[in-house]
Nanobody
Framework: QVQLRESGPRLVKSSQTLSLSCTVS??????????WSWIRQRPSEELEWMGA???????YYNPYLKSRSTIDRDTSKNQFTLELSSVTPADTAAYYC????????????????????WGQGTQVTVSS
C-alpha cells in the first residue's frame, strides 16, 4: 500500500520560502514509471498542478510557478520536496503530494482521479 505524508510549516510569512516534504512509503520514488507531483488548492479554486519529479529525477513545472518553484528529492529518505519562494497571501492553500503513472494531464487544473496516490494534504497559510 502506497502512502504519502506531507510535512512542513503551516504558517509562512510573506516574501519567505515555503518548504514542504513528502515522505513516501510502500513504494520507492525511484521505481520506474512512477511520477511524484505537488498539487495545491487555493480557497474556492480548483486543484492546481505545481510540478513533478520523475523516478529518474527529472523535474517539470507549471510555467506560471516555475520561476518560484523547486522540486527535489532525497532518495535515501524516500522523500521529495517542494520549495516555493517569495510567497504572498495568494499562495495560501492546501498542499498535496501525489504519485502515480502520470505527472501532467494536459491541464494545469487536475482532478483527484488523475493520480493514484494522495497525501492527506497540509494547509499552509501565508501571512502578510
Amino acid at each position: 500500500q502506497v502512502q504519502l505524508r506531507e510535512s512542513g510549516p503551516r504558517l509562512v510569512k510573506s516574501s519567505q520560502t515555503l518548504s514542504l516534504s513528502c515522505t513516501v512509503s510502500g513504494e520507492s520514488i525511484t521505481t520506474s514509471g512512477y511520477y511524484w507531483s505537488w498539487i495545491r488548492q487555493r480557497p474556492s479554486e480548483e486543484l492546481e498542478w505545481m510540478g513533478a519529479i520523475t523516478y529518474g529525477g527529472a523535474t517539470y513545472y507549471n510555467p506560471y510557478l516555475k520561476s518560484r518553484s523547486t522540486i527535489d528529492r532525497d532518495t535515501s529518505k524516500n522523500q521529495f520536496t517542494l520549495e516555493l519562494s517569495s510567497v504572498t497571501p495568494a499562495d495560501t492553500a492546501a498542499y498535496y503530494c501525489v504519485g502515480g503513472s502520470v505527472y501532467y494531464t494536459g491541464s494545469y487544473y487536475v482532478k483527484r482521479e488523475d493520480y493514484d496516490y494522495w497525501g492527506q494534504g497540509t494547509q499552509v497559510t501565508v501571512s502578510s
